[in-house]
């Protein structure tokens, strides 16, 4: 899919795919060099057959000569199946050596009339008959692109599971080093561990916090998605488009930030490579990126949220995740209880309603101020114009969407869990996740005085004890992820030995 000079932008990739009703072939073609498929994976050494996307082109009567019917998808021949030669009109180079991943030989390819039968066009979404016509259920090429890569939302789906397991991985390094490693102490009394220490476990009770919320968002979003793949519901399809983009962009940036904490949270012995956090962040790295750039992808959540908006104001049905928005734009966007905005005791700041409120209202009030914003510029800068004088804003809204949809999830797992303790142990959890993301936006509940001075106060202090808290069963919640040794393969984090096992990396 990826061409040189188009990657995010599908619909503008140069490739071209011309029927031949004489033979009837395709022939692919790439028209110059900003068109080379770039960074396709196992194609520089390994790869026998490429799904290619291109311009599907078909020959016309009139002066244009051929008309173009929009990017769709063909299996294209790449190499000899006895000689593992390229074929010919193929040209194949590797795209050289990668921040991390190095085991996926990612390569680039040139066309030149390369021929392939009609049939090998992937034509669930549209198709050509022998005499060169062509027939799709759906009307229009957008329609057809978007039904298209609709597909791509498996790999979301799994983009944003695999990042909690590097997360997982990540907190538990860092955590068990931190319960192992001791630095200075009261005069006279052995030292003490250094997550026994407030900046520590500010560093790293939230990240733990935040890696429980995303581990329950993550299975959610897999559940609705097989579900999708058996009922095909039109609805959950839209629902799962915009769910998994959103979770993909979020849980990434969010992991690929957390690496460095954690490599930094280990001091010296994080920088080792043998304790695997430069690994794990290069390699993770481009998370970010590939199934979509995270920008993008956090903008098809703003502007999912914004059609769902207009459609409210038209009596139409808003999707299950989206549904908190029907009473939102009356309830949330209400002028501010002056009573509420100052109750500061432990018992309502930990209430699942008021977290999840405060949530909502943001996501509510950042929905309705963009659509105004964006009604307003509209009128002198045009629609793209006015998108881009407002994205900074969209995305804020797509995220501040995404953090209530996680933690309504966390919530939700919280009150399912069987085992009392063990629920005990997710609501502190919960509670953490939630006050500290309410604490890292405390600028916006002030500006629009949903929290009092005094209730912000509040917040802050019972969030740091809450990690405090959360330090004190931290060994268990990472125990709780069960991963062997094996999996996390960092001596620092041994469960027996770290110190022995360490040495011994180094020829001791």
Same mark, same amino acid.
């Given at each position: 899919?990826?061409?040189?000079?188009?990657?995010?932008?599908?619909?503008?990739?140069?490739?071209?795919?011309?029927?031949?009703?004489?033979?009837?072939?395709?022939?692919?073609?790439?028209?110059?060099?900003?068109?080379?498929?770039?960074?396709?994976?196992?194609?520089?050494?390994?790869?026998?057959?490429?799904?290619?996307?291109?311009?599907?082109?078909?020959?016309?009567?009139?002066?244009?000569g051929v008309s173009d019917m929009g990017v769709h998808?063909?299996?294209?021949?790449?190499?000899?199946?006895?000689?593992?030669?390229?074929?010919?009109?193929?040209?194949?180079?590797?795209?050289?050596?990668?921040?991390?991943?190095?085991g996926v030989d990612n390569g680039a390819l040139r066309?030149t009339s390369v021929r392939i039968p009609r049939d090998?066009?992937?034509?669930?979404?549209?198709?050509?008959?022998?005499?060169?016509?062509?027939?799709?259920?759906?009307?229009?090429?957008?329609?057809?692109?978007?039904?298209?890569?609709?597909?791509?939302?498996?790999?979301?789906?799994?983009?944003?599971?695999?990042?909690?397991?590097?997360?997982?991985?990540?907190?538990?390094?860092?955590?068990?080093?931190?319960?192992?490693?001791?630095?200075?102490?009261?005069?006279?009394?052995?030292?003490?561990?250094?997550?026994?220490?407030?900046?520590?476990?500010?560093?790293?009770?939230?990240?733990?916090?935040?890696?429980? *919320? #995303?581990?329950?968002? /993550?299975?959610? =979003?897999?559940?609705?998605?097989?579900?999708?793949?058996?009922? &095909?519901?039109?609805? @959950?399809?839209?629902?799962?488009?915009?769910?998994?983009?959103?979770?993909?962009?979020?849980?990434?940036?969010?992991?690929?930030?957390?690496?460095?904490?954690?490599?930094?949270?280990?001091?010296?012995?994080?920088?080792?490579?043998?304790?695997?956090?430069?690994?794990?962040?290069?390699?993770?790295?481009?998370?970010?990126?590939?199934?979509?750039?995270?920008?993008?992808?956090?903008?098809?959540?703003?502007?999912?949220?914004?059609?769902?908006?207009?459609?409210?104001?038209?009596?139409?049905?808003?999707?299950?995740?989206?549904?908190?928005?029907?009473?939102?734009?009356?309830?949330?966007?209400?002028?501010?209880?002056?009573?509420?905005?100052?109750?500061?005791?432990?018992?309502?700041?930990?209430?699942?309603?008021?977290?999840?409120? *405060? #949530?909502?209202?943001? /996501?509510?009030? =950042?929905?309705?101020?963009?659509?105004?914003?964006?009604?307003? &510029?509209?009128?002198? @800068?045009?629609?793209?114009?006015?998108?881009?004088?407002?994205?900074?804003?969209?995305?804020?809204?797509?995220?501040?969407?995404?953090?209530?949809?996680?933690?309504?999830?966390?919530?939700?797992?919280?009150?399912?869990?069987?085992?009392?303790?063990?629920?005990?142990?997710?609501?502190?959890?919960?509670?953490?996740?939630?006050?500290?993301?309410?604490?890292?936006?405390?600028?916006?509940?002030?500006?629009?005085?949903?929290?009092?001075?005094?209730?912000?106060?509040?917040?802050?202090?019972?969030?740091?004890?809450?990690?405090?808290?959360?330090?004190?069963?931290?060994?268990?919640?990472?125990?709780?992820?069960?991963?062997?040794?094996?999996?996390?393969?960092?001596?620092?984090?041994?469960?027996?030995?770290?110190?022995?096992?360490?040495?011994?990396?180094?020829?001791?």
């Amino acid at each position: 899919m990826t061409e040189l000079h188009h990657g995010s932008n599908v619909q503008g990739i140069q490739t071209v795919a011309t029927f031949d009703p004489i033979t009837d072939e395709f022939t692919i073609n790439t028209p110059n060099d900003g068109a080379i498929k770039w960074w396709i994976g196992n194609a520089a050494v390994h790869g026998k057959f490429a799904s290619v996307f291109a311009k599907l082109m078909l020959p016309t009567h009139d002066a244009k000569g051929v008309s173009d019917m929009g990017v769709h998808a063909f299996i294209v021949p790449l190499r000899d199946f006895k000689t593992h030669q390229a074929l010919p009109g193929i040209e194949i180079h590797d795209c050289g050596h990668k921040v991390g991943l190095n085991g996926v030989d990612n390569g680039a390819l040139r066309f030149t009339s390369v021929r392939i039968p009609r049939d090998n066009l992937l034509n669930r979404f549209g198709d050509v008959t022998r005499d060169g016509k062509y027939t799709s259920n759906l009307p229009t090429i957008n329609k057809r692109f978007a039904a298209t890569l609709g597909e791509l939302v498996g790999g979301r789906v799994g983009l944003g599971y695999s990042s909690v397991g590097v997360l997982k991985i990540a907190s538990t390094i860092a955590i068990r080093y931190s319960l192992l490693r001791q630095q200075f102490g009261p005069p006279k009394q052995p030292e003490i561990s250094i997550l026994d220490y407030q900046s520590q476990q500010h560093k790293l009770m939230p990240m733990l916090a935040t890696t429980y *919320a #995303f581990h329950f968002a /993550t299975v959610n =979003l897999v559940e609705i998605y097989s579900q999708m793949k058996m009922t &095909h519901d039109e609805q @959950l399809v839209g629902e799962v488009h915009a769910l998994s983009a959103g979770i993909k962009a979020y849980v990434t940036s969010y992991t690929a930030k957390s690496l460095s904490v954690c490599r930094e949270a280990c001091g010296g012995h994080g920088y080792a490579a043998v304790n695997r956090f430069g690994t794990l962040r290069n390699d993770h790295d481009i998370f970010q990126t590939f199934e979509g750039d995270n920008t993008v992808l956090l903008q098809q959540v703003a502007a999912d949220l914004l059609k769902q908006y207009k459609e409210k104001f038209q009596g139409g049905t808003l999707s299950v995740t989206w549904n908190y928005l029907r009473e939102s734009m009356n309830t949330y966007l209400s002028q501010p209880n002056p009573v509420t905005s100052r109750w500061e005791g432990v018992e309502h700041l930990r209430d699942p309603k008021f977290q999840l409120d *405060a #949530f909502r209202y943001r /996501t509510s009030r =950042l929905l309705q101020s963009a659509a105004v914003r964006l009604r307003k &510029h509209s009128k002198t @800068l045009g629609g793209f114009g006015a998108w881009n004088r407002c994205l900074n804003h969209l995305l804020t809204l797509a995220e501040s969407h995404i953090e209530s949809v996680i933690l309504e999830k966390f919530i939700e797992a919280v009150e399912k869990c069987p085992d009392a303790s063990s629920r005990a142990a997710l609501k502190l959890v919960c509670d953490l996740y939630a006050l500290h993301r309410i604490w890292n936006d405390i600028g916006t509940y002030r500006n629009v005085d949903y929290v009092a001075p005094n209730k912000a106060k509040a917040i802050h202090k019972l969030t740091d004890h809450l990690s405090f808290q959360v330090r004190n069963i931290a060994k268990e919640l990472v125990d709780a992820f069960d991963l062997p040794d094996h999996v996390t393969r960092a001596p620092i984090a041994m469960q027996s030995e770290a110190y022995a096992q360490y040495t011994q990396q180094v020829g001791f």
